[in-house]
């Protein structure tokens, strides 16, 4: 959201669902990044929101991963150690072929389409600042045709956790590099664009292991 449309927010009392909203937001496109503190009394005067809906918000957050709430401290937005985002990629590993799998054979089409869009618009403009987005949207639109609701949600959480990470590591793929993530994702496209679940997921796989190996080697993006 833009910052006119967050003012417009303001002139009417905001509640805890649609505070939380608009945080997440600001921690998913970096805005809010991992460590920072957040002041309530901030917040409150921020969004013209009273100290119960800011409250109501950050536990929201706190119960997907992405705030850290410390008893009669305060709250910071949350942050990952390297081994703690190593668990989160070999979880992913595990549970987004499954995912991919299930959803394959019951993609719509028009999801399909939309997933090829994607897929060559990320390898047309290499990786720039919309990247972040279009490959998260490109990913989870793979398995939007998966009936696991838990499961989809718990991707999304780990997704969610993990933006601030990604973000910073693709500022760091070498030009001459890039080839690499494109081709896996016409791979993984291609498959699905036949309806092999099998083939996808296990090259989905792969993507995500590859991914979790290269941030492995960038200790230096985490703190702790």
């Not at 019951?106 to 990247?131: H, K, Q, T, V, Y």
Request: proline share 3%.
């Amino acid at each position: 959201m833009d910052e006119e449309g967050m003012e417009a927010e303001t002139s009417a009392e905001i509640g805890g669902a649609r505070l939380a909203e608009l945080m997440r937001e600001q921690i998913l496109c970096g805005k809010l990044e991992p460590g920072m503190r957040i002041r309530q009394e901030e917040l409150a005067a921020q969004y013209g929101a009273s100290r119960q809906p800011v409250r109501d918000a950050l536990r929201m957050l706190a119960s997907t991963g992405l705030v850290r709430l410390v008893a009669n401290t305060g709250a910071w937005v949350s942050s990952l150690t390297l081994n703690e985002c190593v668990e989160i990629y070999r979880m992913r590993e595990l549970l987004e072929p499954l995912a991919l799998r299930d959803s394959v054979p019951n993609l719509d089409p028009l999801d399909i389409e939309r997933m090829r869009e994607l897929c060559d618009r990320m390898a047309s403009d290499g990786i720039d600042a919309s990247f972040i987005k279009n490959d998260r949207q490109f990913h989870l639109l793979g398995y939007a045709g998966s009936s696991m609701t838990m499961l989809r949600g718990m991707i999304e959480s780990f997704w969610d956790q993990t933006q601030h990470y990604r973000r910073t590591f693709v500022s760091l793929v070498e030009p001459g590099r890039q080839w690499v993530i494109h081709s896996e994702h016409r791979l993984i496209m291609d498959a699905i664009e036949r309806r092999d679940a099998i083939e996808a997921a296990a090259l989905l796989k792969g993507h995500i292991r590859r991914t979790r190996i290269e941030l492995q080697k960038h200790p230096e993006l985490f703190k702790g």
